[in-house]
């Protein structure tokens, strides 16, 4: 059974969704662009795709129902569906991103993303549960630098900087994380997950079930 978290400013605040959606809508349109060239035709530009999409259609519920599965760790959640509400309304004022993440399918998903919409409804028969949508973008950080080139200071250049993070010889996992997310955390790359097993000891079946939080995980 999978499950979905958000979560902002790294986990200080966490939403597990209480109720999972009948299924998720994941888009990633392309920006390909076709040029005609004279006694050739059309032939194709290829450019990196748009932001992927992710769109999620459920509801929360106005109380714990059986179908709810039980909350794990010390993941709690809310009981007032209005609790869940006022959080998305409040993180999307706040114009920054938060993090989507999707664990226990065949394809898991730990990416920033950006709120584009959310829209929520009460309707009558189903009294206190709020129905909901919520449409999800992609968000990739950037930062730019000021280049100054034959005296022209209005130039602005892509700015890459090299990773400086000091690697921890300990890790507590958190709420979502994947052996994937905790390699990009620690290391900036997902190259060290085989290296993250055999330090810990971790068999399939840790890696299937879930590394619960709160765990400490050897990185060197």
Known sequence: MYKIFLSYN?????????????????NR????????????GEVTQQKLPKAF???IESEFPSEEYASSRERTGNFTGYTNP????????????LLRP???????????????????DF???EQ????????????????????????????DSNLFLSNSREDMRQVPKLYTTQFGDTLVSISRKVFGNDTQINNLIKLNGLT????????????????Y
């Open 10 to 26: 790294n986990n200080n605040e966490v939403l597990e969704l209480p109720i999972l959606p009948e299924k998720l809508n994941i």
């Open 29 to 40: 349109f392309g920006q390909n662009v076709g040029i005609n060239v004279l006694n050739i």
């Open 53 to 55: 999409t992710i769109s």
């Open 82 to 93: 209005y609790d869940y509400v006022n959080t998305i309304l409040k993180w999307q004022e």
């Open 98 to 116: 938060i993090r989507f993440v999707w664990v226990g399918g065949s394809v898991e998903i730990n990416s920033p993303v950006s709120i584009e």
């Open 119 to 121: 829209s929520y409804s």
């Open 124 to 151: 009558g028969g189903d009294v206190g549960t709020i129905r909901y949508i919520l449409n999800l973008k992609s968000y990739t950080f950037y930062g730019q630098e000021k280049l100054s080139i034959n005296g």
């Open 204 to 219: 399939s079946a840790d890696i299937a079930d879930g590394i619960p939080a709160g765990t400490q995980l050897r990185t």
